[in-house]
């Protein structure tokens, strides 16, 4: 079992749609939780940062962890085209030495 | 500010044969590290730099992989006798401290073994 599972997708969605990513988790220990989008043929930038169990929210984007259910979220409100991306969830604990990443979620927001 | 930059962007070589990626991390950031991101998958830790020092290979696949960084700046991934499974993006990033810190990341190294 991986550490940190994600639906690959693909997602297609219209463009002003709330879009829904997940990711699951199995190790207890995570305490910093993110969310980067990747841009085809490109890094991956950092989106949402979150410590803990809460909610942060930056403009159109939500980001939600769940320990108790080692679950996390991020909410794309009125989904833009160029919201496009690949969307990869990554978690780690303080004193880690690496990020954990989940495989990404290909979003396509059709104008 | 500059970010990361990786060198080379595309880079294509036959079975067998040495390649070596390099990194220009963020100026200032201690850490580096590198992932490989193969097709359709995640990003899988590759290896960790503090300082100069390497304190996490675990992430290396096998002794054909190393690592080096040196003056606390660049940093050189060697991938010798290349196989076709070595066919990947290859990721760096840095970041002011170690760990969970916010990582910023380069535009990676596509590499094609044929």
């Known amino acids: 079992q991986k550490e940190v599972e994600q639906d690959p997708g693909p997602l297609s969605v219209p463009e002003g749609a709330i879009v829904s990513l997940n990711c699951t988790y199995s190790?207890?220990?995570?305490?910093?939780f993110m969310w980067y989008r990747q841009y085809s043929r490109k890094g991956p930038e950092l989106l949402m940062y979150?410590?803990?169990?809460g909610n942060k929210e930056d403009g159109r984007f939500t980001a939600q962890v769940d320990k108790s259910s080692k679950y996390i979220s991020l909410f794309i409100r009125d989904s833009q085209p160029s919201d496009s991306a690949t969307y990869l969830c990554?978690?780690?604990?303080?004193?880690?030495?690496?990020?954990?990443f989940g495989t990404g979620t290909r979003l396509t927001v059709i104008p | 500010g500059a970010g990361v930059s990786q060198s080379p962007s595309n880079k294509v070589t036959e079975k067998g044969k040495d390649v070596e990626l390099r990194c220009d991390p963020i100026?200032?950031?201690?850490?580096l590290y590198w992932y490989r991101q193969r097709l359709g998958q995640g990003l899988e830790f590759l290896i960790y730099?503090?300082?100069?020092?390497?304190?996490?290979k675990s992430g290396l696949p096998s002794d054909r992989f190393s690592a080096e960084r040196t003056g606390e700046s660049v940093s050189t991934l060697t991938i010798q006798r290349t196989q076709q499974e070595d066919s990947a993006v290859y990721l760096c990033?840095?970041?002011?401290?170690?760990?969970?810190?916010?990582?910023?990341f380069g535009p990676g190294t596509r590499l094609t073994v044929l």
């Open positions: 990033a840095s970041s002011l401290e170690r760990g969970a810190d916010t990582q910023y």
């Open positions: 190790n207890s220990a995570f305490q910093y």
């Open positions: 979150t410590y803990s169990s």
């Open positions: 990554a978690m780690s604990w303080t004193g880690a030495n690496n990020l954990f």
């Open positions: 100026s200032g950031h201690t850490a």
């Open positions: 730099f503090q300082g100069n020092s390497a304190p996490d």
